[in-house]
């Protein structure tokens, strides 16, 4: 009887009660200027707007949950993060746990954060092709470098490098990917950051483009497809 119920609360504890707390209507947990855009309706309606087809297409069954964290995080990726999202009840797997009041304060880009994490974590697990990590590195130096753009490199600096990623984190550089996406999406970027998400992110850019760096020269870049 005893061994019984430690399976059963082993049972309970692996498959979790995150579906109750699902999130698939998703306006009512926005910020007031977020919540009326029709593409921020649902999480699947978020994913379809801000992701390409085929990376929609590796996301469409990961859930958001409705559950307890410090900062929201993309669960399953590895085991540090199966471990928090089980000891919290929501299981193991590919989720997204996102606390409703941090969502009300930071908005629908948070989720796209994390789902950037989730295809980058695939990519690496050769699960997909998303994004080179190669080309994002040397986009990011070339970034830190642009007169325009070197901000970004600045403001992704001061949030990637913390405990939190380091315990939490997917691979090198996976935080750095995960917020500059979220900036291209909410203020723009150069179109040799954009190109780099192309297979990620549905996000236009020019196929030529002016690079400027902070020292005064000028570049003229080709971006092809591949």
Known sequence: MLKSLHCLLLLSVLSGCAGTREITSLSQYLPDKEAPLKWHQSVDSLKKHYFTK???SA???IPTINGPDITPYAAGV?????VASALTFNGVGRKVIADEDYLREHGALTLVHEYIHHLDDMD????GEFIDHDAFKKAYLMMANDQRWAG?????ERRANRFFTDVFGIGYM???IAYVGQFL????????????YRKMLRIAYNGETIYRTVDGLVIR????EE
């Not at 690496?124 to 699960?127: D, G, K, Q, Y």
């Not at 999406?185 to 780099?196: I, Q």
């Open 54 to 56: 085929e990376a929609y």
């Open 59 to 61: 996301i469409r069954d």
């Open 78 to 82: 590895n085991f540090v993060s199966n």
């Open 124 to 127: 690496r697990e050769e699960e």
């Open 152 to 156: 970004i490199v600045i403001d992704t």
């Open 174 to 176: 996976s935080e750095h």
């Open 185 to 196: 999406l909410k203020a723009g970027g150069p179109d040799y950051m954009k190109h780099v």
């Open 221 to 224: 870049i080709k971006l092809g």
